[in-house]
């Protein structure tokens, strides 16, 4: 059974410093893994994604993650934190054995102070 | 191109009234999933669909909740005789056809509210 975790309910982080969200996953085959963004009473919007290929990905907003196959992670980062960064993030991992459900962690709250 | 349409955005039920909420996925998409998603928790799966077909609904409650996606007209999530408990959001999703490498595109959510 394929589940996420998001070990940090929040991340405190001051602006222009980098930030890290830490996700780990389990799939039964090779994972496809997601990272979303969720500002309040909105729905989520997609960041990026990790299908196959470079471990490193770039995606919306100056965002990037790391696959990382042996420790089955897939952080986001990015290398200069902005207010307007504050929001909830969700990772989320799809497996490769032809299921379509896509199964979401339990979101980080990440706070940027100016 | 038009994103998912969701309504209502928010809803007000008494507790034993029904709640329908409508989905209409963009434009050439046939997969729609729907999850929820309570206070400070994240989403949880619910049902995924395709046009007249429910593909998985391992993460539907087994009493009260159904879901359908007709071939013509929005997909439904109905709630029969709402509890408290069911209060929540209720986000509907959806991706394009044979592309489980996807990403989902999600709508703004209903907001249900049980009195």
């Known amino acids: 059974a394929q589940s996420v975790a998001q070990p940090e309910d929040q991340v405190n982080v001051a602006e222009g410093n980098p930030l890290t969200v830490k996700c780990t996953y389990s799939?039964?085959?090779?994972?496809?893994l997601f990272w979303y963004v969720q500002y309040p009473n909105r729905g989520l919007q997609f960041l990026l994604k990790?299908?196959?290929?470079?471990?490193l990905v770039k995606g919306s907003y100056g965002f990037e993650a790391e696959f990382n196959k042996s420790q089955t992670s897939f952080h986001l980062k990015k290398p200069s934190a902005l207010v307007s960064d504050s929001a909830l993030y969700f990772c989320a991992v799809r497996d490769d054995t032809g299921g379509f459900k896509t199964i979401f962690g339990a979101g980080t709250r990440l706070f940027v102070k100016a | 191109n038009a994103g998912v349409m969701q309504n209502p955005r928010h809803l007000v039920r008494r507790r034993g009234q029904e709640a329908r909420l409508r989905c209409s996925p963009m434009?050439?998409?046939?997969?729609v999933y729907w999850y929820r998603q309570l206070p400070e928790e994240g989403l949880k799966f619910m049902v995924y669909l395709q046009k007249e077909n429910i593909i998985d609904e391992s993460g539907m409650p087994k009493e009260r909740f159904s879901a359908e996606f007709p071939k013509e007209g929005p997909s439904i999530l109905r709630i029969q005789q709402v509890v408290r408990g069911d209060s929540a959001a209720y986000f509907c999703?959806?991706?394009?056809?044979?592309?489980?490498?996807?990403?989902?595109?999600f709508g703004e959510g209903s907001r249900l509210t049980v009195l």
């Open positions: 999703a959806s991706s394009p056809r044979d592309r489980n490498t996807g990403e989902l595109f």
């Open positions: 434009k050439g998409h046939s997969h």
């Open positions: 799939v039964s085959g090779n994972p496809y």
């Open positions: 990790y299908i196959t290929g470079d471990n």
